[in-house]
């Protein structure tokens, strides 16, 4: 099949890996890529966020299926034009991505369709968020309508700290005041053909950047899968409860969502609650669940594109289990320092059962080397915050996390921050 991939990230890199292994010969081409995924397939220097930019291309070079990555493409309204003219995509239509492009949006679907979340009120000036945060009381959720790049929550027992993001972000719109859930998050993700639903196999993120779940939020600093700690009955659970009426309730209101419905869930002891949708893979959780993915990919990505998700069995995956670990460059979240070195690629994938996908790299030319004194031939540089995710497989998790850090440690990028914990507690 001739597919075309937008998106620069780990996740698009553990996408294509995962296409490739199936053996077929698919035609692959990504845009715009990074560095590793150059060197897996094509590339194409070719905005995601340009609808005309995309379609035009898909179009005149008849690909098959498009596969939309990110969000920002969804948002923008990418799977639209392109479905205008018959293309396949794998990916919602702007106006079901609103699940994840508008908290309020996908408020109102989840009480439409009767899905369990937090108590939550929009709140458009100061006086009416402390109004709701002194009913809901501490500890205090605070959220941004709109896309915010993982710094539109607060979570925090600070009454002025919470009041302090609210009056930020009520610049922007209104905001979201929550109930706070306690417990395990969980990210389930489930094919949509806009009707239909398959699941894949749990996975959990570790949203923090420092070890012990302290410092500030990121968009994630690794993942492991599967989660030995839920009951059988959890993935049924969310596919009865929660992920087919929201798609069904998505499909009556004339706007299906086909593509990638992640739910983002916490287990409180009352019982399975949706913190957020998010209308596309996450990342890093995509580079464990898909690495135990055994069901070729392409055959799920197309049959939801295509609205045949009925006619396929439910995936399959490994027993063995998956860890990965993300390199962030100094700086990161805040105000990442790029541009610098990324050496050891080579002797990390040495390791048995790793693989290093690629999410903010480049080869600089040599005159923009900016570590000079330390440049060496491979001109492989960090372009942003999130650089690396380092992926081992293994037979339990003390395997698997032996692996991975084995590889970390032989990757080098002066100033870079990773965690040392992810799934130690598993
Ligand atoms: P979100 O951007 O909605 O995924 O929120 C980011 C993070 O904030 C989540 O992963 C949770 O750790 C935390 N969070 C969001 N909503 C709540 C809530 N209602 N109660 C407790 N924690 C929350
Ligand atoms: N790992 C969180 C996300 O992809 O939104």
């Not at 998106?7 to 590793?36: K, Y």
């Not at 492009?101 to 996908?106: D, I, L, Q, R, Y």
């Not at 992640?262 to 287990?267: E, H, K, T």
Request: net charge negative; aromatic share 6%.
């Amino acid at each position: 099949m001739k597919i075309l991939v937008l998106g620069s990230g780990a996740r698009e890199h553990a996408i294509i890996t995962s296409l490739l292994s199936e053996g077929a010969s698919h035609e692959i081409v990504a845009a715009p890529g990074n560095a590793g995924i150059a060197r897996a397939v094509r590339t194409v220097d070719l905005e995601p966020t340009d609808p005309i930019a995309v379609t035009e291309y898909a179009v005149e070079n008849g690909f098959e299926l498009v596969v939309v990555g990110p969000e920002a493409p969804l948002i923008a309204g990418v799977a639209d034009p392109l479905r205008e003219r018959g293309i396949p995509v794998f990916g919602p239509s702007k106006a079901a991505a609103a699940l994840e492009g508008s908290k309020t949006f996908a408020k109102r679907i989840m009480e439409a369709a009767d899905v369990p979340t937090g108590r939550a009120e929009l709140a458009g000036t100061i006086a009416e968020v402390e109004k709701t945060i002194d009913e809901f009381g501490s500890p205090y959720v605070i959220k941004a309508d709109g896309l915010a790049a993982g710094k539109g929550v607060i979570v925090t027992p600070d009454r002025a700290a919470a009041v302090a993001h609210a009056a930020y972000w009520l610049e922007h719109g209104p905001v979201l005041v929550e109930e706070f859930l306690s417990g395990p998050e969980v990210s389930l993700f489930l094919f949509s053909d806009g009707h239909d639903v398959l699941p894949l196999t749990p996975a959990q993120d570790f949203k923090r950047l420092e070890d012990g779940d302290l410092g500030p939020n990121t968009g994630g600093m690794g993942a492991y899968s599967p989660l030995p700690w839920l009951p059988e009955s959890f993935v049924d659970e969310v596919i009865e409860t929660i992920a087919l009426p929201t798609v069904r309730r998505l499909e009556k209101e004339g706007t299906p969502f086909i593509g990638l419905l992640y739910c983002g869930l916490i287990v409180t002891p009352r019982g399975i609650r949706v913190i957020e949708f998010n209308a596309r893979f996450g990342d890093p959780e995509t580079q464990v669940v898909l690495a135990r993915l055994v069901t070729p990919l392409s055959s799920l990505l197309l049959a939801s594109a295509n609205g045949t998700l009925s006619t396929l069995p439910r995936p399959e995956f490994a027993l063995d289990v998956a860890v990965t670990v993300v390199i962030a460059s100094e700086g990161y979240p805040e105000k990442s320092i790029t541009g610098r070195q990324i050496t050891g690629i080579e002797a990390a994938e040495a390791v048995a059962e790793v693989t290093v996908l690629h999410a903010a790299t480049e080869i600089a030319p040599l005159t923009d080397a900016v570590d000079a004194g330390t440049w060496t031939s491979t001109g492989l540089v960090a372009t942003g915050g999130r650089v690396l995710s380092v992926v081992a497989l293994g037979s339990d998790f003390a395997e698997a996390r032996a692996r991975v850090y084995e590889a970390v440690d032989k990757i080098g990028l002066a100033g870079s921050q990773h965690r040392t914990d992810i799934a130690a507690a598993v």
